[in-house]
Every structure is written in C-alpha cells, then in structure tokens.
C-alpha cells in the first residue's frame, strides 16, 4: 500500500489523460447481488493454496534483491508467476506497459547537530516528500505557529503571518494541520526557510494515524528548498529543544521506470459490464511485499483460478488486474484508466480493490462506499458494493469497520472516473485501539501490519485467519458481481462525493 515509507517517491507523471464519461454505468440492488451461491468457489479457495502463492513470493523476492519493487527483476518474475498460472488456467492475458520518472533520495540524512549530537533514520524518522527539492542544509530551526497542547488544532505555516518573524535562513519546523503540505512549505520558502521539516499533528482523528511518520505530496513543480515529514513525538520534542541546529541532506536523483501492468480476462461475459478486480503486485524496494500486497494479489490469483477450475461462465466479463507501479503514486492503475476510451469507462461496472488483507494486528475494513460513516462516499453504487461486504461478513458472524476513499489505493483512478469502487484492507502503519482489539483482538497500542513497508514484510509477517476470511470475502464479492444482471445509472460526477484530503492526492501518502 503506498504510504510512501520508501525510498523512491514519484516525480513525472505519465503522459496521457483521464478519460470522464458523462454516463457512467452500475450499481447494482443488492437484492439481486445476494442471490448467488459463491459457496463453491469459497470452497474451492483455500488459504493452503493462497499461502503457497505468498511462498511463491517470497522465493521470487529472496532471488532478486529482496524486493519485487517495479521496473526490477523481482516484479517481472512475480509477472512471470501470475501470468503463467492464468494462461494456464485458460484466461485471455495481456500486459500494459508504461513508463514513468521516479525520484530515488540516495544518502539523505537528517542530524541534530546542537544542543546534542543525534542521527535520524530515513524512512523511521524522516522521509521526503514528494516534490521536494534536494540539498544540503545545515541551519537553526524555527518553529512555526505549533500547538503541542491539548486538543493539537493546528494551522502551522498556513498563512504568511505565521511567519512574520521567522528568521530568513533558518529550517522551519510546521505541524501538520489545516491546509495542504505545498502551502506550508510554499509559505516558508516564501519567507526565506532554507529547509522545511512537517511533523505530524499529535490528535486523534478515527481512521487517520495523526502520529507516526507520513509521507505526503507537494504536488508539481519539484520545489527549490528541502522538504520532509517527522512523527509526532520527534517534532514534539525539537519544539521544546533550547539552542537547536539541524543539518538535511536530500540527495536527488531521477530515474526512468519501464514497467507493466498484467491484465487477464475471463473468456465469457458482457464486456460492457466488465467487473475490474486488482491489486498491486509490485512491493517497495524495502522489503519482499508479502502482506503489502502479496496478501491482496495472493486471493485475487486464487480466485481467478479456481473460477476456472470450477468451469464458471459469469454473467458479466470479469477483468482480473495486477497493477505495477502503486508504491510509487498509484501509476499503474491510473494509467490504464487514462487508456480507457469514453465507451470502456461506461462499459466498466465497478472495481473491487484488494491492498493489504493479512495484517498481524488486523481489523476488517470495509470502504465506506456510501460515506454514510467517514463522510467520503465512492460514485454511485459504491454503496452497494460496500452493502454486499458488510453482508458476507455479517453472514459468517464476524466484524467489520468502515476505512474512507482517501486516494491511497488503487481504486483512485477510477473513483476519479466516475467508476464506483470498494474493496477490503486490514491495516497498515495505524495503531489499533483499545476499543479495535476489544472487537477485533489483536493488540491495542501496536500498528496494524508493524512490518509495513520494511524488510520484515515476508512469509512470516501475516495472519492466517485473516487472511483465510479476507479471501473467502473476496471470492464472494467477486463472484456476486461477475454473475449480477441488473444494473442502474451511475452518477457520471467522475469524484468522490464529500471532502478528500488532498493532501494525499493520488498518491497514497501515510495519512
């Protein structure tokens, strides 16, 4: 899941644009979603067979670096992998190649140089955000207009006043709060920051991780200073440090990837009312990717193979995607939307997303397609889609809780569309809460996946039992929309309906 905890951070932006359509097709009554028996194909999904595909993972990532991060031989072997048992299996395969600009940060460093000598972690303590410039600085810093007291409301580096004494020349040190991270960092450099570190808010938002460190987007043109994220208690403390003198480093670098996307189609089923099921199956270059996104592509894989193995003719043409390219701003599935014609995006019923669905410290969430919960609802019928998880799940006795369309998955583009989305995820960097791990179990105070975006995110990094329902749910949803026959009018709006944080824009940013 891009969180961007890694480090390469998109820069270019792949040339073509996204196609809108102004009727949009599919939402489907869940009175006639319901009526499929999906109990066969849950069967025939196993988490034995699913676990065997994240073996299959993890060799790929031992072989190759470690990682399966896209443009690397460890992503087209995991192409190879997938694209083999489909072909096999009987699907119409096909991969979509695209090229993008990634902007890797080499030897960046962060250091406290007075009162004390300290060393900062990339990627623990600090991390780039997108669009910063690079450089080496080494100055006083200044907070900027912070609130690390009571309920934290903060609108740090907002505004030109919060900066009328700043001295020029100086690292400004913001809270994250209010407005977008480019306006903070805009107004600092504006007033002459040499540098800008944002650290996380300190409060408590449902649903958003206001503590740990994020990363997060400035958006286009590449800035001319340094700017980066911190945690909370780091920025809390270098509010309070007396006499403190930083130095940031960022040193830059872009590069070109050549990647694709692995698309495969089932033989049968109306085309203009294709179901669109994907994951990632790129991971970052940190780590192996086996619970982000192993996990997710793992159950869609063994979905679409024992639909196969079943003999399953379905109703609508099911189009099962591996998406490349995610961890670096949601590439690979916004460009294959971008590629859509105005007829294709009609003709697409919805799209199910999977990203992350074995988390150690798991809770079961389920887009709030409606937004009737978290207040962001997906085009119309999203509701539905949410209805037929929350049903399953309710079916097998178990809990689930509502996660926002907040653009950090793959489901973006097509949102972005007008395409209604949903999807299952069961944590990432979050702390689960006491009252998560009452309903849930699991452990409260801890990160949902502890290994997210790190070296540990392996074979041993997964809940089974998770794992086990999230894939039972996601051959269900998949079947109940493969062989749904009724279909309404979609909204044609082409966004989300409600307030996304636009700080995090299409890029999957830590929230």
């Not at 599919?26 to 006639?32: E, H, I, L, N, S």
């Not at 940190?286 to 894989?301: H, V």
């Not at 949903?422 to 452990?443: D, M, N, P, R, Y």
């Amino acid at each position: 899941m891009n969180h961007r905890t890694r480090t390469g951070l998109r820069v270019g932006a792949i040339t073509a644009s996204v196609a809108v359509c102004g009727a949009l097709a599919f939402a489907v009554p869940a009175q006639a979603a319901v009526q499929t028996n999906t109990q066969p194909l849950r069967d025939a999904v196993t988490v034995e067979a699913v676990m065997e595909h994240l073996d299959a993972f993890q060799a790929i990532a031992d072989a190759n670096g470690d990682n399966r991060a896209a443009g690397t031989s460890g992503h087209d072997a995991s192409v190879d992998y997938v694209e083999g048992l489909l072909d096999t299996a009987g699907y119409t395969t096909t991969r979509q190649e695209f090229t993008y600009e990634r902007t890797d940060f080499g030897d960046s460093a962060l250091q406290q140089l007075a009162p004390n000598a300290v060393d900062y972690v990339l990627g623990v303590d600090f991390f780039p955000m997108d669009f910063s410039g690079d450089g080496d600085v080494t100055a006083p810093v200044t907070a900027v207009d912070v609130n690390i007291t009571g309920d934290h409301a903060s609108t740090s580096g907002c505004e030109a006043a919060d900066f009328a004494a700043f001295p020029a020349g100086n690292i400004a040190l913001i809270q994250r709060g209010t407005c977008a991270f480019a306006d903070k960092a805009d107004n600092a450099s504006a007033a002459g920051a040499t540098a800008v570190i944002i650290f996380n808010q300190g409060n408590v938002v449902p649903g958003d991780d206001r503590l740990s460190l994020f990363g997060g987007t400035l958006d286009e043109p590449v800035r001319s200073i340094p700017v980066v994220s911190a945690p909370y208690a780091l920025g809390a403390e270098w509010v309070t440090t007396a006499g403190l003198e930083m130095r940031l480093n960022l040193e830059a670098e872009v590069v070109e990837v050549t990647t694709e996307n692995l698309l495969a189609d089932t033989t049968t089923g109306r085309t203009d009312r294709t179901v669109v099921v994907g994951g990632h199956l790129d991971s970052v270059a940190e780590g192996p990717g086996i619970n982000d996104n192993g996990s997710g592509i793992a159950s869609i894989l063994e979905t679409a193979l024992q639909m196969a193995e079943l003999g399953i003719e379905p109703e609508n043409r099911v189009r099962f995607a591996f998406w490349s390219g995610e961890e670096d701003g949601l590439i690979g599935s916004s460009f294959y939307v971008s590629q859509l014609s105005a007829a294709e995006i009609k003709g697409t019923a919805l799209n199910l997303n999977f990203d992350m669905v074995g988390s150690p410290n798991s809770v079961n969430f389920v887009y709030d397609g409606d937004g009737d919960a978290l207040g962001i609802s997906g085009p119309n019928g999203s509701g539905v889609i949410e209805d037929v998880f929350t049903d399953f799940f309710a079916g097998q006795g178990e809990p689930t809780a509502p996660t926002d369309f907040d653009g950090r998955s793959d489901y973006f583009g097509f949102i972005e569309a007008g395409i209604p989305a949903g999807g299952l995820f069961t944590g990432a960097e979050g702390i689960k809460s006491a009252e998560q791990a009452a309903i849930f179990g699991g452990t409260a105070g801890l990160a949902y996946d502890p290994c997210y975006h790190a070296a540990c995110d392996d074979i041993m990094n997964l809940n089974e039992d998770t794992l086990d329902l999230m894939a039972d749910a996601i051959a269900h949803s998949t079947l109940t929309f493969a062989e749904t026959s009724s279909a309404v009018n979609g909204t044609g709006k082409g966004k989300a309906v409600g307030q996304i944080d636009w700080e995090f824009k299409g890029s999957r940013a830590l929230r």
